[in-house]
Protein backbone atom coordinates (compact mmCIF):
# COMPACT_ATOMS: atom_id res chain seq x y z
CA UNK A 1 0.00 0.00 0.00
CA UNK A 2 1.55 3.27 -1.06
CA UNK A 3 1.07 6.08 1.70
CA UNK A 4 -0.10 9.03 1.36
CA UNK A 5 3.20 11.62 1.09
CA UNK A 6 3.35 14.94 2.99
CA UNK A 7 -0.13 15.70 1.92
CA UNK A 8 0.68 19.08 4.18
CA UNK A 9 2.58 20.01 1.27
CA UNK A 10 5.58 21.08 3.47
CA UNK A 11 8.42 19.66 1.04
CA UNK A 12 7.17 22.13 -1.45
CA UNK A 13 6.89 24.85 0.54
CA UNK A 14 10.15 24.53 1.86
CA UNK A 15 11.94 24.13 -1.93
CA UNK A 16 9.74 27.25 -3.48
CA UNK A 17 10.78 29.37 -0.23
CA UNK A 18 14.43 28.11 -0.96
CA UNK A 19 14.85 29.05 -4.80
CA UNK A 20 13.52 30.61 -7.81
CA UNK A 21 11.75 27.79 -9.83
CA UNK A 22 9.64 30.33 -11.80
CA UNK A 23 9.91 30.56 -15.63
CA UNK A 24 13.73 28.69 -14.50
CA UNK A 25 15.36 25.40 -15.98
CA UNK A 26 15.40 23.01 -13.20
CA UNK A 27 16.55 19.47 -13.34
CA UNK A 28 15.57 17.34 -10.44
CA UNK A 29 17.94 14.24 -9.49
CA UNK A 30 16.48 11.42 -7.98
CA UNK A 31 13.16 12.26 -8.94
CA UNK A 32 11.59 8.92 -8.61
CA UNK A 33 7.85 8.37 -10.13
CA UNK A 34 7.64 12.44 -10.73
CA UNK A 35 4.99 12.55 -7.55
CA UNK A 36 6.85 15.70 -5.67
CA UNK A 37 8.12 16.52 -9.56
CA UNK A 38 4.16 16.92 -10.34
CA UNK A 39 3.68 19.84 -8.07
CA UNK A 40 5.80 22.62 -9.24
CA UNK A 41 5.84 21.31 -12.52
CA UNK A 42 3.79 23.82 -14.08
CA UNK A 43 6.46 26.83 -12.72
CA UNK A 44 9.69 26.41 -14.72
CA UNK A 45 10.52 27.10 -18.58
CA UNK A 46 11.97 23.87 -18.25
CA UNK A 47 11.90 20.69 -16.07
CA UNK A 48 13.97 17.63 -16.37
CA UNK A 49 13.71 14.42 -13.73
CA UNK A 50 16.28 12.25 -13.75
CA UNK A 51 16.02 8.27 -11.72
CA UNK A 52 18.16 5.29 -12.84
CA UNK A 53 15.22 3.29 -11.62
CA UNK A 54 13.41 2.50 -14.79
CA UNK A 55 10.19 0.92 -13.26
CA UNK A 56 9.63 3.84 -10.91
CA UNK A 57 10.32 6.45 -14.31
CA UNK A 58 7.64 4.63 -16.31
CA UNK A 59 5.19 5.10 -13.59
CA UNK A 60 6.24 9.20 -14.13
CA UNK A 61 5.54 8.74 -17.65
CA UNK A 62 2.31 7.46 -17.26
CA UNK A 63 1.37 10.56 -15.75
CA UNK A 64 3.08 12.97 -18.22
CA UNK A 65 -0.93 14.16 -19.77
CA UNK A 66 -0.97 15.52 -16.31
CA UNK A 67 2.07 17.35 -16.99
CA UNK A 68 3.22 20.33 -18.74
CA UNK A 69 5.09 19.75 -22.34
CA UNK A 70 8.21 21.43 -21.05
CA UNK A 71 8.72 18.73 -17.94
CA UNK A 72 10.59 15.54 -18.67
CA UNK A 73 11.96 12.25 -17.51
CA UNK A 74 15.13 10.84 -18.14
CA UNK A 75 16.87 7.19 -17.44
CA UNK A 76 20.49 8.84 -15.95
CA UNK A 77 22.27 8.48 -12.82
CA UNK A 78 23.53 11.62 -10.81
CA UNK A 79 26.78 10.63 -11.64
CA UNK A 80 26.68 11.00 -15.56
CA UNK A 81 23.92 13.14 -16.78
CA UNK A 82 23.58 14.09 -20.51
CA UNK A 83 23.33 17.80 -20.21
CA UNK A 84 25.51 20.39 -21.15
CA UNK A 85 27.85 22.27 -19.06
CA UNK A 86 26.17 24.95 -17.11
CA UNK A 87 21.92 24.61 -18.86
CA UNK A 88 20.26 24.50 -15.78
CA UNK A 89 19.21 27.27 -13.00
CA UNK A 90 18.48 25.18 -9.82
CA UNK A 91 19.97 21.38 -9.20
CA UNK A 92 17.88 19.64 -6.87
CA UNK A 93 18.82 16.62 -5.23
CA UNK A 94 15.82 14.80 -4.13
CA UNK A 95 16.43 12.89 -1.05
CA UNK A 96 19.04 11.31 -3.57
CA UNK A 97 22.37 12.76 -2.47
CA UNK B 1 32.92 11.39 -11.41
CA UNK B 2 31.22 12.20 -7.95
CA UNK B 3 27.26 13.50 -7.99
CA UNK B 4 28.41 16.61 -7.05
CA UNK B 5 30.67 17.51 -9.15
CA UNK B 6 28.19 16.34 -11.92
CA UNK B 7 25.28 18.59 -10.36
CA UNK B 8 28.19 21.60 -10.33
CA UNK B 9 28.67 20.86 -13.66
CA UNK B 10 25.57 21.09 -15.37
CA UNK B 11 24.39 24.39 -13.18
CA UNK B 12 24.84 27.60 -14.28
CA UNK B 13 27.04 30.10 -12.67
CA UNK B 14 24.85 31.87 -9.69
CA UNK B 15 22.65 28.83 -9.78
CA UNK B 16 20.89 27.51 -6.96
CA UNK B 17 21.41 24.13 -5.76
CA UNK B 18 19.10 22.16 -3.41
CA UNK B 19 19.63 19.18 -1.22
CA UNK B 20 16.78 18.18 0.05
CA UNK B 21 16.46 14.63 2.54
CA UNK B 22 15.91 13.27 5.31
CA UNK B 23 17.37 13.40 8.84
CA UNK B 24 19.05 9.68 10.04
CA UNK B 25 17.12 10.25 13.58
CA UNK B 26 14.58 8.66 14.68
CA UNK B 27 10.72 9.29 13.73
CA UNK B 28 7.84 9.29 15.82
CA UNK B 29 5.12 6.56 14.71
CA UNK B 30 1.65 7.69 15.60
CA UNK B 31 -1.99 5.88 14.84
CA UNK B 32 -4.22 9.20 14.02
CA UNK B 33 -7.89 9.65 15.22
CA UNK B 34 -10.44 12.50 15.72
CA UNK B 35 -9.60 13.09 19.06
CA UNK B 36 -5.96 13.49 18.29
CA UNK B 37 -2.61 11.54 17.90
CA UNK B 38 -1.26 8.59 19.89
CA UNK B 39 2.22 7.42 20.06
CA UNK B 40 3.58 4.14 18.89
CA UNK B 41 6.68 4.84 19.34
CA UNK B 42 9.89 5.57 17.46
CA UNK B 43 10.87 4.17 13.97
CA UNK B 44 14.62 4.07 13.97
CA UNK B 45 16.15 6.04 10.77
CA UNK B 46 19.43 5.26 11.25
CA UNK B 47 20.58 2.43 8.84
CA UNK B 48 21.57 5.21 6.32
CA UNK B 49 23.41 7.15 8.82
CA UNK B 50 26.97 6.29 7.06
CA UNK B 51 25.68 7.65 3.65
CA UNK B 52 24.12 10.43 5.21
CA UNK B 53 27.27 11.52 6.82
CA UNK B 54 29.01 10.89 3.91
CA UNK B 55 26.91 13.38 1.68
CA UNK B 56 26.87 16.41 4.48
CA UNK B 57 31.14 15.99 4.20
CA UNK B 58 31.05 15.93 0.40
CA UNK B 59 28.94 19.23 0.89
CA UNK B 60 31.64 20.92 3.40
CA UNK B 61 34.33 20.38 1.61
CA UNK B 62 32.94 21.63 -1.76
CA UNK B 63 32.30 24.86 0.99
CA UNK B 64 35.34 24.95 1.79
CA UNK B 65 36.63 25.08 -1.29
CA UNK B 66 35.32 27.86 -2.50
CA UNK B 67 33.01 26.24 -5.11
CA UNK B 68 29.33 26.03 -3.59
CA UNK B 69 27.89 28.99 -0.97
CA UNK B 70 25.27 27.97 1.81
CA UNK B 71 22.96 29.96 1.41
CA UNK B 72 19.78 28.49 3.32
CA UNK B 73 19.29 25.74 5.46
CA UNK B 74 16.36 24.46 7.38
CA UNK B 75 14.67 21.55 9.08
CA UNK B 76 10.93 20.69 9.07
CA UNK B 77 8.91 17.91 9.72
CA UNK B 78 7.44 15.82 6.95
CA UNK B 79 4.50 13.19 7.26
CA UNK B 80 3.69 9.81 5.58
CA UNK B 81 -0.16 9.12 5.82
CA UNK B 82 -1.24 4.78 6.06
CA UNK B 83 -4.75 4.11 5.69
CA UNK B 84 -3.86 1.21 8.41
CA UNK B 85 -1.05 -0.66 9.80
CA UNK B 86 -0.88 -3.73 7.68
CA UNK B 87 -0.53 -1.21 4.40
CA UNK B 88 2.40 0.63 6.40
CA UNK B 89 4.31 -2.85 7.31
CA UNK B 90 3.94 -3.73 3.65
CA UNK B 91 5.17 -0.54 2.48
CA UNK B 92 8.20 -0.77 4.97
CA UNK B 93 8.85 -4.64 3.33
CA UNK B 94 8.72 -3.50 0.28
CA UNK B 95 10.56 0.11 -0.12
CA UNK B 96 12.12 1.02 3.17
CA UNK B 97 13.95 -1.91 4.59
CA UNK B 98 17.02 -0.44 3.95
CA UNK B 99 16.03 3.27 5.17
CA UNK B 100 14.55 2.27 8.25
CA UNK B 101 14.00 -0.51 11.31
CA UNK B 102 10.60 -0.58 12.71
CA UNK B 103 10.73 -2.31 16.14
CA UNK B 104 8.63 -5.17 16.89
CA UNK B 105 7.26 -3.10 19.82
CA UNK B 106 6.69 -0.33 18.37
CA UNK B 107 4.50 -2.42 15.25
CA UNK B 108 2.54 -4.03 18.34
CA UNK B 109 1.95 -1.24 20.03
CA UNK B 110 0.50 0.40 16.75
CA UNK B 111 -1.26 -2.27 15.78
CA UNK B 112 -2.98 -2.31 19.50
CA UNK B 113 -4.00 0.96 19.04
CA UNK B 114 -5.54 1.01 15.32
CA UNK B 115 -7.62 -1.58 16.48
CA UNK B 116 -9.19 0.15 19.99
CA UNK B 117 -9.66 3.38 17.46
CA UNK B 118 -11.41 1.05 14.84
CA UNK B 119 -11.96 2.60 11.30
CA UNK B 120 -11.21 6.34 11.64
CA UNK B 121 -7.72 5.86 12.71
CA UNK B 122 -5.24 6.32 10.46
CA UNK B 123 -0.93 5.69 10.85
CA UNK B 124 1.17 8.51 10.77
CA UNK B 125 4.95 8.84 10.08
CA UNK B 126 6.89 12.33 10.87
CA UNK B 127 10.16 12.11 9.06
CA UNK B 128 12.45 15.22 9.98
CA UNK B 129 13.55 16.74 6.88
CA UNK B 130 16.80 18.88 5.80
CA UNK B 131 17.26 21.10 3.29
CA UNK B 132 20.50 23.07 2.28
CA UNK B 133 20.53 25.63 -0.58
CA UNK B 134 23.95 26.53 -2.12
CA UNK B 135 24.52 29.04 -4.51
CA UNK B 136 27.30 27.84 -7.10
CA UNK B 137 30.80 29.91 -7.08
Known sequence: MKPQRDPEGAELVHFLSACTVTRAKVLEIGCGNGVFTRQYAGLPALLVGIDPNAAELREARQQQPDLPPKAHFTRAIAEAQPFSQGVFDVVLFASSF | ?137
Open chain 2, 1 to 137: MHALQEARRVLAPAGTLIDLRPICVDAPLEILTPQGSHSAGLVDMSPDIADDIAADNTFKEAVAAGSLKQVKLEEFDFAYYWETVDGMKADFEDRWKDDAILPAGVLRKARRLFKAHGLDARVRLRIRMRLSAYRQA
